[in-house]
């Protein structure tokens, strides 16, 4: 069980309904997504063609911020919003989906750690998509 | 000028025919949100009746989070992409509208940090409005 | 493997003989503290007794910002400099002591997010107090 | 009257005797300089010779997260703990500290965000020593 679930299963008041599995596993992606984002920003920054990689750092500290104020938004239960919630995971969705782009473009040239982020990107634009489809 | 303002005007590449004046005002409506929320979140802890602030306390810290990020994402410029920009926008006018609705009830109730962060959540509001018109 | 694990193996300059196992537990303790302590902060506010537990959430909201940081600071390696690392880690040591204190107790009085965030506390402050060591 | 410092004015619980002309600014100053950094390490992306820039995106980076952080750490006055206000103040003039020394050499050879930023930092620097020394 991650660290997200066991602080699931321990709050005190009704979760409403949510779909559990599926709120632990985008929390963490969230955070998993917001932690590759900043490395792979820094690590398109020791590249030593930096130059062509600007678009690349932009998206991926977008992408770091969004996901992590989303894993925030979505590890909060009381006095829930579902119209909040679901804004939150759109623009999730969509710094992850522009992210895993540009990303997936630099993995397919050699860069590890643009795969590396390419692949955590989609893992949480999936789990945004799965979350926002129960809400 | 503000230092956002300022900012803007010694950016060294083309912004796109983006409204000056309106961005600079919805980035420092965001950060000056933030900063209104964090506190007001922070002031309903120490009122006697916290029980009953308990769904502003977490509005406030969700819109505080949500403004930071849109502030941040709005004072990049390389590589901009409008799809993402509207998405984190239009969640920022949902977290302000929300939170300043909580806030505007308990302003009228007599808590004035609740109608100072009411005033700060509308200026915010109206700014991310504003700003998606121009798009 | 951790996924922080994984972009640090994909970091394309020399890491300049940092020990990357501590570095990696540590980059991963900061963000799994950052979502129970922000978890935390909103169990405390779904508490019947929420009154008793303002100090609770206000150390929660302090180490949730604080542990992010620091997460973000040690995914980034251009450009390294030693004295902020070590500033910021000792930051994250003491948000780090004092929530995890005050989660302690009220884990000892029986609740169960208290506990869970207490030892992620326990063990975010233990990461970084090894990460200073190395340094 | 600065919105930091109306936040203040209507906290309702005791201040204990914080100098709150000197807290309001270092408010102000840490999210002024949040933004300024995060503007900074965008319009070094989009110069020409962004190769020679890539300490200054990452010192640009820290600073505005530990910035940031600060002024929501300062933002907050339930169950104030002095020690950690210190070394989270301590953590920020380490990072304005760094990042106006490298933004202001390039200020000095031309770069008007720099410049920009490089003050900011060092208004951001005064403010948290000024606050430092009445703790």
Do not use: W
Not at 32 to 50: I, M, N, P, Y
Not at 67 to 79: M, Y
Not at 84 to 93: I, N
């Amino acid at each position: 069980m991650t660290h997200a679930a066991a602080m699931l299963e321990t709050y005190p008041a009704d979760l409403g309904g949510a779909d559990l599995q599926k709120l632990a596993t985008c929390i963490q992606e969230c955070f998993s997504c917001a932690q590759s984002c900043t490395a792979c920003a820094d690590a398109c920054l020791s590249e030593e063609q930096v130059a062509e990689l600007t678009k690349c750092v932009r998206s991926n500290l977008d992408c770091a911020d969004i996901c992590d104020t989303t894993g925030r938004v979505l590890s909060r239960h009381t006095g829930y919003d579902a119209n909040l919630t679901r804004a939150v995971l759109e623009a999730c969705v969509q710094a992850c989906k522009s992210c895993g782009d540009v990303c997936a473009q630099h993995g397919e040239m050699g860069m590890q750690h643009c795969q590396v982020c390419a692949d955590e990107c989609r893992r949480c634009e999936t789990a945004c998509r799965e979350l926002i489809a129960t809400l």
